[in-house]
């Protein structure tokens, strides 16, 4: 062999990649929307739909003060290849996803902050859980790479953090099928969900195109930028 082969610089993202993105961008912007519903129903729990999104955050519920930790972080955790498979061309893969649905004990140092812990991390996995099975997500708004999802397990347990605040983590896995793609074929488009990373602490966080008309409510680390 005297010459490379591939003559374009590879720097597209994998589908698998793509999907773990979309994930988190639907998590983001129907979290948003709930905590609108919520707070315009005038809801007296509507706090509880406050909820931030990470992606690969290893340590998200790192914080400071008293403040209520209510989070998500979705995090690619394995791929497998099935058998039989087209050795050319696009392959049918499975991934599985961990989204971790993290929140804390009371802050006003009542006894019970565990189970206030447990209570808090179920609810936000009900949502998470509720949002990506939901009829309009049955292909993750990517019916062309998608081709299913399920969630398969969940389980609590409690993360290793060094705090005076009792934490509770649920920790899902979601399979997804998909298609992935490879070089010299072509490639799929899709629309995907607008978000940005808030830099200090990765959180993702989704931009609707009327986001004020959707959300009902300015987006305030997007002015700061």
């Known amino acids: 062999m005297n010459a490379p082969l591939i003559t374009e610089l590879i720097e597209t993202p994998e589908n698998v990649e793509l999907v773990r993105d979309q994930i988190a961008g639907i998590l983001s912007l129907e979290l948003q929307n709930q905590l609108t519903i919520a707070t315009d129903k005038g809801r007296q729990n509507a706090a509880d739909y406050d ?38 061309g696009e392959q049918k893969e499975k991934a599985i996803f961990h989204i971790f649905c993290i929140a804390n004990g009371n802050t006003t140092g009542a006894s019970r902050d565990d189970k206030s812990a447990t209570i808090r991390a179920w609810k936000i996995m009900r949502l998470v859980r509720r949002i ?14 998608v ?79």
Do not use: C, W
């Open 132 to 145: 990506l099975m939901s009829e309009p997500y049955t292909y993750l708004d990517m019916r062309k790479i």
């Open 51 to 88: 909820i931030d999104v990470y992606v690969e955050n290893s340590r998200p519920y790192d914080t400071t003060g008293d403040e209520m930790v209510s989070l998500v972080n979705v995090v690619l955790q394995e791929i497998t290849v099935p058998h039989p498979n087209p050795r050319m």
């Open 147 to 225: 081709t299913s999802r399920t969630f398969t397990k969940m389980e609590a347990g409690t993360p290793n953090v060094q705090s005076a605040q009792a934490f509770t983590v649920i920790r899902a896995h979601l399979e997804v099928q998909f298609v992935e793609g490879f070089i010299g074929g072509p490639t799929v488009e899709f629309e995907d969900y607008d978000f940005y990373v808030v830099t200090d602490d990765g959180r993702v966080i989704a931009k609707p195109s009327l986001a004020d008309r959707v959300t009902g409510i300015a987006n305030k680390d997007q002015e700061e930028e």
